[in-house]
């Protein structure tokens, strides 16, 4: 089979490897029908992952249908139609079972295109398959479906929930890229007054406008705080949802946010940020980090195919499956491209 080699810090290639089979009883191989590029992966290709070793897979987004299971699987028959968690879960370790599949300690968490082969090829192996896939419903297409694999719940569980959004709050988002419009799209499940969306770049704030923003702010040529301050008689938004992963974004979600109100971190940060206690002591702050665990999931699938969520306008740029060289670039530079997420499909599927 085919699939995305990395081969070092800013090396890749779609090349012949071994085809993916069945190790342990509980996996199953999924014939990948689509699949999509994440910002990681190019943390990954910068190099700033150590531990993605040259000759891994990339990937750890997508959907597909399954060709093989082992012995141990109960829940998913050959052809099933499944998405493939960004997480995977041995659904018997202390932290699974509180269904925070991100800290899995049985050999789950965030494993695929990481610690094991991934989705960017033809096929994939998927440990503890029972839990670490779900089904799609009919009428759900791929495209759909694939931005439930990691940037939906992730933006929702570690932005919208952490950040315990409440029907009436002024929630301000900070960085407008997929997983910032992710939370936008998804705190609208809890009729906030205002969605408020702070970027650099005009078409990022564009695209915050049609994924339900209220207002926009380029913050580099005006302040958000006096916006916040307007909207909330000076006391600052009840929720502020940090999606970059920088110390100056953080500090501008913990500036921007009331007394008493949350701080819901989801960026990965690369370098230290600085928490101003000696300003922030006395305001009754609740702030959260956290890797996603994908327990919403079936949550975000039902409201996906009941059509209370409409993940379509995230796809941006298509590509077929072995033409990952154009789509890298496209999402590289999406600054340039206007890329959310791309996405490359079986020429078959
Ligand atoms: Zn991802
Ligand atoms: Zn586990």
């Not at 040259?54 to 099933?80: F, K, M, N, W, Y």
């Not at 968690?85 to 659904?91: D, E, L, Q, R």
């Amino acid at each position: 089979m085919k699939a995305l080699v990395y081969h070092g810090a800013g090396e890749k290639a779609w090349e012949d490897v071994p085809d993916a089979a069945i190790h342990d009883r509980t996996d199953a191989v999924v014939r990948v029908d689509a699949v999509t590029i994440c910002g990681t992966d190019l943390h990954i290709l910068g190099g700033d992952v150590p531990e993605v070793t040259p000759g891994r897979i990339l990937g750890h987004e997508a959907v597909g249908t399954v060709t093989a299971i082992g012995s141990g699987v109960c829940t998913l028959a050959v052809g099933d139609r499944v998405l493939i968690s960004c997480i995977t879960s041995c659904g018997r370790c202390r932290y699974c079972r509180e269904a925070r599949y991100g800290q899995c300690l049985g050999g789950g968490g965030w494993i695929l295109g990481h610690l094991i082969d991934g989705t960017q090829a033809e096929y994939v192996r998927v440990p503890f398959a029972d839990n670490s896939t779900h089904p799609i419903p009919n009428g759900v297409t791929d495209e759909q479906m694939i931005v439930l694999a990691d940037i939906l719940p992730t933006s929702y569980e570690v932005g919208v929930l952490n950040g315990a959004v409440r029907p009436g709050d002024v929630v301000a988002v900070v960085g407008a890229g997929p997983i910032g419009l992710a939370a936008i799209l998804t705190a609208q499940l809890f009729s906030p007054s205002r969605i408020v969306a702070i970027d650099l770049a005009d078409s990022r704030l564009e695209a915050a406008r049609k994924f339900g923003a209220d207002i926009v702010v380029n913050n580099s040529r005006d302040d958000p705080a006096a916006v916040i301050a307007e909207l909330t008689s000076g006391l600052g938004a009840d929720v502020t949802i940090e999606a970059v992963g920088t110390p100056q974004t953080f500090d501008m979600a913990v500036r921007l946010v009331r007394p008493g109100g949350h701080v819901a971190n989801i960026g990965v940060h690369g370098a230290p940020a600085t928490l101003h206690l000696e300003d922030i002591w006395s305001k009754n702050l609740t702030i959260t980090t956290g890797l996603v665990d994908t327990y919403s999931t079936p949550t975000l699938i039902g409201l996906v195919a009941s059509h209370q969520l409409d993940t379509s306008p995230m796809i941006t740029h298509r590509f077929a499956l072995g033409d990952f060289e154009a789509a890298y670039d496209t999402f590289a530079r999406a600054a340039h491209t206007g890329a959310l997420k791309v996405l490359l499909t079986r020429s078959d599927s």
